[in-house]
């Protein structure tokens, strides 16, 4: 217990200290969180108001993020499934980037939905009385939940037992590692559900939006997980080798495929057949009667699919600034199809056909824009901690023998040592 | 930067004896300060809390409506009472009257009389305790084009001045109390549920504002408080139930209940009395007596949208003589009698 405590003392210590680069990343992800944080004092005070949802359009931006972030999430699946599947080894020394990864997406996706309720204050009357399993969204609450207590348990045990210096037992792991890969399958069939469920929205009542969902997860996700280990590389001395990014290449490579695919199998089946059902999907794609907020929207993520598919079909995209920018091009892709693209046109036109368009307001943007930079912080401080504990810099016995007195020495040196060997650029 | 200052040189051995300097305390401070203040500033909207935006500690407490015993309710009317008094300045009836045995309400709306005036809009509005700004309303009225039920072609904002207007017809559309009712399954919290007349009714006390309902309803009909609901002084309607038209507040969804607060102690909803043209209709089902039982099983009766499978109680009904359509009120000279049967 009392060397658990002093791990989480280092974890703490080690994510105050770094270069100067570090700071003013992090002192920049705290201003834009804290930004975020007051718009939503904003909106506690007035209600949601301040936001551009209506009656109509009643889900906006805050839905649209959780929406593309469980996918997001998606990443740690993808890099385990090979590794413990598969065997592959190239995977092996960065998969606990992904399982990090999806750890801070999570918490963002509560966040988001945090800040989407009314009342917030009555946040525990969803422990009171739970309407499972008649509710997709109390589904959805078990599904983030135990994907984020998965991914804590696995990333905090194989991290704690670098830390105590000893191997991990398989059985306190490998279990959870394959449950996680079908809960993580489980985050995005659940969330589509949520959708797919409702009888009055033609838009989401389509079959399709799961496995969509999926394919454009596994896309973006390790799209994501490629820039993340480039940075990881460039600014830690944790070795990640191109193998592994080649290996994350060839994942994005059929996820698109199959993306664009099941975009072509929807869009055929509204447009042929031109039924009733078309209107939201017009919406998107040609805009309704004048109104046409999303078209550009939904064209320049169609454009970038297609340029993004391209590029990672080619060889050109196996040197590093090619997939860097089809890595970009797929992230910002999704991040309109499955975020704005899927939530609100299906709100266009309402159940009664009447056409109210959603312009996100200024304070929902910084809200947004602040759930994001509290995630990043998240994710940053989880991988300055964890590349020098797994790198075996930090230890209790290395702290045990340093220092004697373990408290009562200065508590910083520690880190910076660790960091001292860390930076590499 | 924390901890800079005991720094070991780059390259040199970890030193774990140094001590922290002072310069380095003091920039450690001085970094915490800023990010106190710099929370705190962000923070800072929230002196605009008014006393009524937290909930009390009874509020915080209170159990869900399913779950409260007989003197819960008691207390809970007690302190809805005391907040309107408060709030609004009158003293109002507060009740909870209890579902009817033997009784299942539905509605009928006959769309050849309905002209399309509105009234019904506003009865419930100052029946119902609805904001005024931001605008709330539970019934829209839909200005068809002769020859299509296609809600997509309707017009929603047409002066109600000028009606009936030539080669229209009008559909208002409300809470069809569905017997099947997809906000009710969808509901994290249960704070929604199917009372055992049929009416569809909220908690609001529970009701946690995650829209999940609104999103789910294919006939439009739930209603989000965006802001603090507003009723003008003097306008409050004080006969308030718990279940129904007691003023709502912000962050919580809210419908209409078929103004449970009249019917189930025998009166009818205000959109139905105070229609001009008696296009409305409503009762108890099981009645075989009642005129909504008549319609149901003479007229010529549709649901709207019966593709979703909702069962709504809300029906639409025409008559095949005595429409405006077909019978002028004063026939001219040139009309010649209707056939027979049409």
Same mark, same amino acid.
């Given at each position: ?186 985050? #995005? ?224 040196? #520690? ?11 | ?19 922290? =300097? ?13 990010? %106190? ?11 605009? %809390? ?9 509020? *915080? ?33 507060? =009740? ?33 305790? %609805? ?21 997509? =072609? ?69 209603? *989000? ?18 279940? =129904? ?12 209940? *078929? ?26 089902? %099981? ?27 809300? *029906? ?27």
């Amino acid at each position: 217990m009392r060397r658990y405590l002093t791990f989480l003392g280092d974890c703490f210590r080690l994510s105050l200290v770094g270069d100067w680069r570090y700071h003013a990343w992090m002192t920049a992800l705290t201003g834009v969180a804290l930004g975020g944080l007051y718009a939503y004092c904003h909106q506690l005070v007035h209600g949601l108001v301040t936001t551009g949802m209506t009656d109509q359009v009643s889900w906006g931006m805050y839905i649209a993020n959780f929406t593309y972030l469980v996918g997001l999430a998606a990443a740690a699946a993808m890099l385990v499934i090979p590794v413990y599947v598969y065997r592959n080894l190239h995977l092996h020394d960065v998969v606990i980037f992904g399982e990090l990864l999806a750890v801070s997406v999570i918490l963002m996706c509560l966040l988001f939905v945090t800040v989407d309720l009314g009342r917030p204050d009555r946040f525990h009357h969803l422990l009171l009385r739970f309407n499972f399993p008649m509710s997709m969204l109390t589904w959805d609450v078990i599904a983030l939940n135990g994907y984020l207590l998965l991914n804590l348990h696995i990333c905090g045990y194989l991290i704690y037992c670098a830390y105590c210096g000893r191997k991990p037992t398989r059985a306190f792991y490998i279990p959870f590692v394959f449950v996680a890969i079908a809960w993580a399958v489980s985050i #995005h069939t659940v969330t589509a559900f949520l959708y797919v469920g409702l009888g009055g929205r033609p838009f989401w009542n389509s079959a399709i939006i799961a496995p969509r969902f999926l394919a454009s997860a596994f896309a973006a996700g390790p799209a994501f997980i490629i820039l993340t280990l480039q940075v990881v590389r460039h600014f830690t001395r944790h070795k990640v080798s191109n193998n592994a990014l080649f290996t994350l290449r060839r994942i994005v490579q059929v996820a698109l495929l199959i993306n664009v695919f099941l975009l072509l199998c929807e869009v055929f089946t509204e447009f042929y057949a031109d039924t009733r059902h078309v209107a939201s999907a017009q919406y998107l794609f040609l805009g309704l009667h004048g109104h046409h907020a999303l078209v550009p929207w939904i064209w320049t993520a169609v454009a970038m699919n297609l340029v993004a598919t391209t590029l990672f079909m080619l060889p050109a995209s196996r040197a590093l600034n090619t997939l860097n920018v089809a890595c970009v091009l797929t992230i910002v892709a999704i991040w309109i199809e499955k975020g704005m693209g899927l939530i609100i046109p299906a709100f266009v036109p309402s159940p009664l056909g009447e056409i109210v368009e959603y312009q996100p307001t200024l304070h929902e943007t910084l809200i947004c824009l602040g759930i994001w930079a509290f995630g990043l912080l998240v994710y940053t401080i989880l991988v300055r901690v964890s590349v020098p504990v797994l790198a075996g810099d930090v230890t209790y016995a290395r702290r045990r023998s340093t220092h004697p007195r373990a408290d009562a020495a200065g508590p910083a040196a #520690h880190g910076a040592a660790a960091l001292n060997n860390a930076p590499t650029p | 930067m924390p901890g800079d200052d005991s720094h070991p040189a780059p390259g040199g051995t970890p030193d774990g004896g140094v001590p922290v =300097s002072r310069r380095g305390f003091l920039a450690q401070g001085a970094a915490a300060t800023a990010g %106190l203040a710099a929370l705190a500033a962000a923070m800072s909207p929230l002196r605009h %809390l008014k006393d009524g935006d937290l909930p009390s500690a009874e509020e *915080f407490l209170q159990k869900h409506y399913h779950e409260m015993t007989p003197a819960d309710k008691e207390r809970a009317l007690n302190r809805i009472r005391e907040q309107v008094r408060r709030r609004h300045g009158v003293t109002p009836t507060v =009740s909870d009257p209890p579902p009817m045995d033997g009784v299942e309400f539905v509605y009928g709306l006959n769309i050849s009389r309905c002209i399309g005036c509105r009234k019904c809009v506003h009865a419930c509005v100052a029946e119902n305790n %609805l904001s005024r700004a931001p605008e709330i309303q539970y019934i829209r009225v839909l200005e068809m084009e002769k020859g299509s039920i296609d809600v997509e =072609s309707a017009n929603h904002h047409y002066d109600s001045d000028q009606v009936p207007r030539p080669d229209k017809w009008y559909m208002p559309v409300q809470c069809h109390q569905c017997a099947d009712p997809p906000c009710v399954k969808v509901c994290p919290v249960g704070a929604t549920w199917q009372e055992p007349d049929g009416i569809t009714v909220i908690d609001y006390d529970w009701c946690i504002g995650c829209r999940y309902c609104e999103a789910a309803c294919p006939y439009w009909a739930r209603r *989000f408080n965006f802001a603090e609901p507003t009723i003008p002084p003097g306008q409050l309607n004080p006969h308030i139930a718990y279940l =129904s038209n007691r003023p709502r507040q912000k962050g919580v969804m809210e419908k209409c209940t *078929f103004c449970l607060h009249r019917t189930r102690v025998g009166r009818l909803p205000a959109c139905v009395e105070v229609c001009p043209t008696g296009s409305r209709k409503f009762g108890n089902v %099981l009645d075989p007596n009642s005129e909504v039982h008549f319609i149901l099983k003479h007229k010529r009766v549709f649901v709207l949208k019966a593709d979703v499978g909702t069962l709504p109680r809300f *029906f639409y009904y025409f008559d095949e003589r005595g429409s405006r359509y077909h019978e002028p009120i004063a026939p001219g000279p040139e009309s010649g009698p209707l056939p027979e049967g049409a």
